[in-house]
């Protein structure tokens, strides 16, 4: 244990990230080569600090990953801003081709309309009970539309609400951004306009 | 206790009227001795400090929420985060929330570095941006260096608006700023709890432009006389608001710590220093040698002596604080 510690340690100290004896321009291309490697290799999307790990002090990535996205243009893949880090994407307009060829990508959700329709009430009025939601639709919803959405890993657990029997309020994930293309919350459709309107909230009902 | 602040001072910002008779010098003469008078009470450190900086982060909070389109009051939020178990979300609401209390606790120094900016975004609710980040790093920076309050203050404010982002973001700057130039240890929600001044209603979404040109363009009182005049009203009312509460809770705390010795549960010690530390307890809370029942008695003892308040009015999931 100690010993792999120690040698991960050692492994931060001889890994070359400002490289320093390459003149800029070939240091900004080795910087966007290994950005773009580990996003590519990585299962989840990448966040900043684990990029800044792997180039120089002074990188912006931001300007960098402006500059592979440059490069990626002409391909059927894009890096995108998920979920607080980046992530290799098909481009929308190859959806089709994909499904056709293995019907369905692995780990996209596949919810019916009406549990997408929960799970959006839930993203613009989190932390919100079952019971909140039941009456906001103005018809049950089932504790097994909640199990599914949190069996698919888009919704979690609030705060409980302070009603009888405490029940859970749920709140979106991180997967549920990535599994809908958001950086935050905010980049759901009209959230400007419900914020304005002072419609973000459940009282309202 | 230090002095309460004279009558005269009251007068001077309470009154509309009488404000807008005053030039903007009278104004800052007005809000330096009102800062001045709140920059004793933050040096006393008084036994109920701690209540007080959590109940000023609460007001911040409650503020930014309703920024931001939200309903939760200061109630709302107080339940969202004593109800959170731990490992589950509070929620975005609540986020907000953990940013004004962690600028109410976190070393005064460290609040405009680019960790705690970036974490100050993202409770607020903002993508993570380096560009956004640093260009208030930068911004922060140099504002920290202007030697005025009033440059400091209307720059804070520039400098969120001019980043594209909300109030709560220019007042978590303008509070870190004025730590600093008071030299204290730990910064005070004060912008946040009020309608502090900015260029935006809410929060936006990047749109582009440039940011963190230098601020020196904005940072003179003279080209927005009238912005530096609002800051200093709100600024010198936030200040004033603040030494009345931390008044009202070390009256309070007094009257707590004069019926602490006649509490004979095990524990009780641990409840009276959570009570002046923090600004409320939940009674299911989970306290070390104490058991819920135990707990219980405790609290309707102190409702007994006047000591505590039961902050929320429901007959279950009570919160007791000062």
Same mark, same amino acid.
């Given at each position: 244990?100690?010993?792999?510690?120690?040698?991960?340690?050692?492994?931060?100290?001889?890994?070359?990230?400002?490289?320093?004896?390459?003149?800029?321009?070939?240091?900004?291309?080795?910087?966007?080569?290994? $950005?773009?490697?580990?996003?590519?290799?990585?299962?989840?999307?990448?966040?900043?600090?684990?990029?800044?790990?792997?180039?120089?002090?002074?990188?912006?990535?931001?300007?960098?990953?402006?500059?592979?996205?440059?490069?990626?243009?002409?391909?059927? !893949?894009?890096?995108? =801003?998920?979920?607080?880090?980046?992530?290799?994407?098909?481009?929308?307009? @190859?959806?089709?081709?994909?499904?056709?060829?293995?019907?369905?990508?692995?780990?996209?959700?596949?919810?019916?309309?009406?549990?997408?329709?929960?799970?959006?009430?839930?993203? @613009?009025?989190?932390? $919100?009970?079952?019971?909140?939601?039941?009456? %906001?639709?103005?018809?049950?919803?089932?504790?097994?539309?909640?199990?599914?959405?949190?069996?698919?890993?888009?919704?979690?657990?609030?705060?409980?609400?302070?009603?009888?029997?405490?029940? !859970?309020? @749920?709140?979106?994930?991180?997967?549920?951004?990535?599994?809908?293309?958001?950086?935050?919350?905010?980049?759901?459709?009209?959230?400007?306009?419900? #914020?304005?309107?002072?419609?973000?909230?459940?009282?309202?009902? | 206790?230090?002095?309460?602040?004279?009558?005269?001072?009251? &007068?001077?910002?309470?009154?509309?009227?009488?404000?807008?008779?005053?030039?903007?010098?009278?104004?800052?003469?007005?809000?330096?001795?009102? +800062?001045?008078?709140?920059?004793?009470? $933050?040096?006393? &450190?008084?036994?109920?400090?701690?209540?007080?900086?959590?109940?000023?982060?609460?007001?911040?909070?409650?503020?930014?929420?309703? &920024?931001?389109?939200?309903?939760?009051?200061?109630?709302?939020?107080?339940?969202?985060?004593?109800?959170?178990?731990?490992?589950?979300?509070?929620?975005?609401?609540?986020?907000?929330?953990?940013?004004?209390?962690?600028?109410?606790?976190?070393?005064?120094? #460290?609040?405009?570095?680019?960790?705690?900016?970036?974490?100050?975004?993202?409770? %607020?609710? !903002?993508?993570?941006?380096?560009?956004?980040?640093?260009?208030?790093?930068?911004?922060?920076?140099?504002?920290?260096?202007?030697?005025?309050?009033?440059?400091?203050?209307?720059?804070?404010?520039?400098?969120?608006?001019?980043?594209?982002?909300?109030?709560?973001?220019?007042?978590?700057?303008?509070?870190?700023?004025?730590?600093? &130039?008071?030299?204290?240890?730990?910064?005070?929600?004060?912008?946040?709890?009020?309608?502090?001044?900015?260029?935006?209603?809410?929060?936006?979404?990047?749109?582009?432009?440039?940011?963190?040109?230098?601020?020196?363009?904005?940072?003179?009182?003279?080209?927005?006389? #009238?912005?530096?005049?609002?800051?200093?009203?709100?600024?010198?009312?936030?200040?004033?608001?603040?030494?009345?509460?931390?008044?009202?809770?070390?009256?309070?705390?007094?009257?707590?710590?004069?019926?602490?010795?006649?509490?004979?549960?095990?524990?009780?010690? $641990?409840?009276?220093?959570?009570?002046?530390?923090?600004? =409320?307890?939940?009674?299911?809370?989970?306290?070390?040698?104490?058991?819920?029942?135990?707990?219980?008695?405790?609290?309707?003892?102190? +409702?007994? %002596?006047?000591?505590?308040?039961?902050?929320?009015?429901?007959?279950?999931?009570?919160? @007791?604080?000062?």
């Amino acid at each position: 244990m100690r010993a792999g510690r120690t040698k991960a340690r050692q492994d931060e100290v001889l890994f070359d990230r400002e490289l320093d004896h390459l003149p800029p321009e070939a240091r900004w291309r080795e910087w966007m080569r290994r $950005v773009e490697a580990v996003i590519f290799a990585a299962q989840e999307p990448v966040g900043r600090e684990m990029l800044a790990k792997i180039v120089g002090g002074a990188c912006n990535l931001d300007l960098l990953i402006d500059d592979i996205r440059e490069e990626l243009r002409g391909r059927p !893949y894009d890096l995108v =801003a998920v979920a607080g880090g980046w992530k290799h994407l098909t481009r929308p307009a @190859y959806a089709d081709a994909i499904r056709a060829a293995i019907g369905g990508t692995t780990k996209s959700v596949d919810l019916p309309q009406s549990e997408v329709l929960v799970l959006m009430a839930i993203a @613009y009025f989190q932390p $919100v009970t079952r019971a909140e939601l039941s009456t %906001f639709f103005g018809k049950e919803v089932s504790r097994d539309v909640i199990g599914r959405l949190r069996g698919s890993a888009m919704i979690g657990s609030g705060p409980r609400s302070p009603t009888p029997g405490a029940p !859970y309020s @749920y709140v979106t994930t991180r997967d549920f951004l990535l599994a809908f293309g958001l950086d935050t919350l905010r980049d759901l459709p009209n959230f400007d306009a419900l #914020e304005e309107e002072g419609l973000l909230s459940k009282k309202q009902w | 206790m230090p002095a309460a602040v004279a009558s005269w001072l009251r &007068q001077a910002i309470g009154d509309d009227q009488v404000l807008a008779a005053q030039g903007i010098a009278d104004i800052g003469i007005v809000a330096g001795a009102i +800062i001045g008078a709140l920059d004793g009470v $933050v040096r006393a &450190q008084e036994r109920s400090a701690g209540v007080w900086r959590q109940r000023l982060a609460l007001g911040a909070a409650a503020a930014t929420v309703r &920024q931001a389109g939200r309903t939760e009051d200061e109630a709302g939020l107080r339940d969202a985060l004593l109800l959170t178990r731990p490992g589950d979300d509070v929620g975005p609401a609540g986020r907000m929330a953990l940013v004004w209390q962690r600028l109410a606790t976190r070393p005064a120094d #460290e609040l405009l570095g680019e960790a705690s900016l970036a974490a100050m975004l993202e409770g %607020f609710g !903002y993508a993570s941006d380096d560009d956004l980040v640093s260009a208030l790093a930068d911004g922060g920076r140099r504002l920290a260096q202007l030697p005025g309050l009033t440059a400091r203050l209307s720059g804070a404010v520039a400098l969120a608006g001019r980043c594209d982002c909300g109030p709560a973001v220019g007042a978590f700057i303008a509070d870190a700023l004025l730590a600093r &130039q008071l030299g204290w240890e730990h910064a005070l929600p004060l912008s946040g709890g009020q309608s502090f001044p900015g260029y935006h209603s809410g929060p936006r979404r990047r749109s582009g432009q440039s940011r963190g040109e230098p601020v020196t363009a904005v940072a003179g009182a003279d080209a927005d006389e #009238e912005m530096a005049r609002k800051l200093l009203v709100a600024q010198a009312r936030a200040a004033l608001r603040a030494i009345d509460l931390a008044a009202m809770l070390e009256r309070r705390a007094q009257k707590l710590l004069a019926v602490a010795p006649k509490l004979r549960a095990k524990a009780s010690g $641990v409840v009276v220093a959570k009570l002046l530390g923090e600004d =409320a307890i939940i009674a299911s809370q989970n306290i070390a040698g104490i058991s819920d029942r135990g707990l219980r008695r405790l609290f309707d003892r102190l +409702i007994e %002596f006047g000591a505590v308040r039961e902050l929320t009015g429901r007959p279950t999931f009570r919160i @007791y604080g000062l």
